[in-house]
C-alpha cells in the first residue's frame, strides 16, 4: 500500500495481495494501535482502480452492476418475489411510510423466500419496499469502484417517501447504508428491529439448539452482537461457536474475495464451519452473503436467516 501511495505499478502480486483481503475487521480489533487495516485496503483499492488498474473479476462485476442494478447481472425484475398480498402492501396508496426494507441483491434474487419471510415480518410494523431499490453500492465501495449512482438513485426513493427508517437483512448493506449513505438516515439492522419488538411478534418456543455466526459487517464493524441473540433466545437455545462475538472467524465471502477468488473463500467458509458446536439444529446468521458462502462450504440447507428462524416461530 505504501508503494502504491508512492507511485510504484502494482503487478500481479500486489493486486492479488490487496484483493485477496475480505475487509472483515478481526486485525483493526486486535491491533494495540487502533489501526484500521480494512480501511486502508479499500483506500488503495480505490487508488488502483481511479488508474485504471483491476483485475478481470473486477472489471466484470462493475459491468453487471452497471447493466443491470444488481450483483449478479440478472435482467429479471428485482421485486419478483413480491406476489399477492404482498405486493399489496408492498408500497401505500400515498407514498409515504415510516420505514422501508432494503432487500438487497442476494435475497432479492438468490433467496427470495427470505425476502418474503423478512417483509411478512416488518410490514406488521408499516414497512414497504422501495419502488426501484437498486443495488446499495457495497460491491463497488468494497473493491475500490464509485457507487454514487446506485446511492443517489436509492436515496433518492427513500426521500420521496419520507421513510424514517431503513431496515435491512443483509450485513453489507447495512454497512454501506450506515457509513457511506447521508448521516442522517436513521439505518437499522434486521435483527435489530426485531429484537426492539419481540413482546410484540407471538413467537412460541421451538424445542431444537442453534448455533449464531457473528457476520463481520453486523458484528465487528458495528458492534451489533447481543440483538440476534436475544432474538434467538426468546426461541430455542443457543450455543455459541468456538469463536464468537469479535472474535468470530470470516465466513470468507466479503470485500470481493469471493466474487474474485472463489476457492480461497469456499476454504475461510470451511474452516469457520469447524468453529460450529457439536448438538446444533441449525447455524443461523443474519448475512445473506454468509448464508450463501457457509451452504456452499458444504453446511447446505442446515444455514438460515435469522428471520428464516422467526419466521418458523411465529404462531
Not at 472489471?59 to 450483483?71: C, D, H, M, T, V
Not at 438460515?304 to 416461530?313: K, Q, R, S
Amino acid at each position: 500500500m505504501r508503494g502504491i501511495h508512492d507511485g510504484l505499478v502494482a503487478g500481479p502480486d500486489a493486486l492479488d495481495s490487496l484483493n485477496t483481503c475480505t475487509t472483515c475487521g478481526i486485525c483493526t480489533v486486535s491491533c494495540p494501535a487502533g489501526v484500521s487495516p480494512p480501511d486502508l485496503v479499500e483506500s488503495a483499492r480505490r487508488e488502483l482502480v481511479s488508474s485504471g488498474i483491476m483485475t478481470p473479476q473486477q472489471k466484470r462485476l462493475r459491468e453487471r452492476l452497471f447493466s443491470s442494478g444488481n450483483a449478479f447481472g440478472d435482467p429479471v425484475n428485482r421485486l419478483a418475489w413480491l406476489k399477492g398480498e404482498r405486493a399489496k402492501g408492498g408500497m401505500p396508496a400515498d407514498g409515504r411510510v415510516s420505514a422501508v426494507y432494503f432487500v438487497g441483491c442476494l435475497s432479492s434474487y438468490r433467496y427470495p423466500q427470505t425476502a418474503a419471510r423478512t417483509f411478512d415480518l416488518l410490514r406488521r410494523f408499516g414497512a414497504a419496499i422501495l419502488p426501484d431499490e437498486q443495488c446499495c453500492g457495497s460491491p463497488l465501495v468494497r473493491t475500490g469502484f464509485d457507487a454514487s449512482r446506485f446511492r443517489e438513485a436509492n436515496v433518492r426513493q427513500i426521500r420521496k417517501i419520507g421513510a424514517d427508517i431503513i431496515i435491512t437483512g443483509c450485513a453489507g448493506c447495512y454497512s454501506t447504508l450506515k457509513r457511506d449513505y447521508p448521516p442522517d438516515l436513521r439505518v437499522m439492522s434486521v435483527p435489530e428491529f426485531l429484537a426492539g419488538h419481540i413482546s410484540e411478534l407471538d413467537l412460541k418456543p421451538l424445542n431444537m439448539t442453534v448455533t449464531y455466526h457473528d457476520p463481520c459487517h453486523l458484528g465487528r464493524h458495528n458492534g451489533i452482537y447481543e440483538q440476534p441473540r436475544q432474538v434467538i433466545e426468546s426461541i430455542c437455545r443457543l450455543k455459541e461457536m468456538r469463536a464468537s462475538h469479535e472474535s468470530a472467524r470470516c465466513c470468507g465471502g466479503g470485500g470481493g474475495v469471493r466474487v474474485g477468488y472463489r476457492d480461497l473463500s469456499l476454504r475461510m467458509a470451511k474452516k469457520r464451519l469447524a468453529d460450529v458446536p457439536d448438538g446444533v439444529d441449525l447455524i443461523v446468521t443474519s448475512c445473506s452473503l454468509c448464508v450463501r458462502n457457509l451452504r456452499d462450504a458444504g453446511a447446505g440447507e442446515m444455514v438460515i436467516d435469522l428471520a428464516d428462524l422467526v419466521a418458523a416461530a411465529i404462531k
